[in-house]
């Protein structure tokens, strides 16, 4: 497993993730067995979300693996807040964020989170009132460090300008069918769909500022449209040359697909949102690959982009 420094922390994350949306699916054995298995893959960062059926996955977490210190300090814990589910809309009020923990603590049975991330921006956000969530988190013990999920350069300028505490982290869609954060600038000043600029260049943004990148969906297909792994309806052409480099690699697609992220220098993290611990294991596997620059660039083609 690869592991990487989260700037402005002592987080020694590793580099896969594993997410805990679709918990509610499984049993607790089942969810036992998927964290044991995480967890002997190397894998220390495990990522939740208040909304991920509506608390309950976080319970359902902390139940499996009977949470208590021993347990808990092999792992970096870490939950978003803002979304309010039920309703559908978005929150970043203090009287919010610091309720959200509250009940993210009490659900996952812990005394404090490694990381919160702000969920989704909210466009009627107070940022002098989401610094003074952070600054009573932060010094209460609550939550050591703070980053966002969804969030542009300048929302994260306008959010940083008022607390002191560094985000650290941005967690974003990015996938070898998801990738607008690199396909405007390959295809720079070219008068074609590519070359728009959707995301206001948050990957350089965010190399340039020291904050880590976290790839959620790694699998999926635009907006959750399906995974594009085995769709040979929608990607012929992607799916043969995957699977080609997987067995030049003796490995499964999901490897090379997870691979495909990772080799980019920004150290990005993948977040797996799966629910089959050989499914974790074979992602895992990416970890002792390097792609070359040329099998980046024939995925990178394959899924439709062009390289001029």
């Not at 592991?3 to 054995?29: C, D, P, V």
């Not at 988190?137 to 607390?163: C, M, R």
């Amino acid at each position: 497993m690869k592991y990487t420094q989260i700037k402005h922390t002592e987080l020694n994350a590793s580099n896969i993730i594993m997410g805990n949306m679709r918990l509610t699916q499984l049993s607790l054995t089942e969810i036992e067995q998927l964290i044991r298995t995480a967890l002997d893959e190397g894998i220390n960062f495990f990522d939740h979300a208040d909304i991920y059926g509506q608390g309950r996955c976080e319970e359902l977490f902390a139940e499996a693996i009977q949470m208590n210190p021993s347990i808990r300090e092999k792992m970096i814990l870490q939950s978003k807040c803002g979304i309010k589910g039920q309703e559908n809309y978005f929150d970043f009020s203090k009287e919010h964020i610091l309720d959200s923990v509250d009940g993210i603590l009490k659900r996952l049975n812990t005394d404090y989170l490694d990381l919160l991330l702000l969920h989704r921006p909210d466009p009627l956000m107070e940022p002098a009132e989401v610094a003074e969530a952070f600054e009573k988190l932060h010094s209460s013990g609550k939550v050591k460090h703070f980053g966002v999920s969804n969030h542009n350069p300048a929302q994260i300028e306008l959010l940083q300008k008022y607390t002191p505490h560094k985000l650290v982290v941005n967690q974003i869609q990015f996938s070898i069918a998801h990738t607008p954060m690199i396909d405007a600038g390959i295809a720079l000043n070219m008068n074609i769909d590519q070359a728009i600029n959707r995301d206001s260049s948050i990957l350089e943004y965010s190399r340039l500022h020291d904050i880590t990148l976290q790839a959620w969906s790694p699998f999926q297909n635009g907006f959750f449209a399906g995974p594009f792994l085995g769709d040979l309806e929608n990607f012929l052409e992607l799916n043969k040359v995957i699977d080609e480099i997987a067995a030049n690699y003796d490995v499964t697609n999901t490897a090379i697909a997870t691979a495909w992220i990772s080799r980019h220098p920004a150290n990005i993290q993948v977040v797996l949102g799966t629910t089959n611990p050989q499914r974790l294991k074979d992602a895992c596997k990416s970890t002792d690959i390097t792609l070359t620059r040329k099998e980046w660039y024939d995925i990178y083609k394959a899924a439709g982009n062009i390289v001029p």
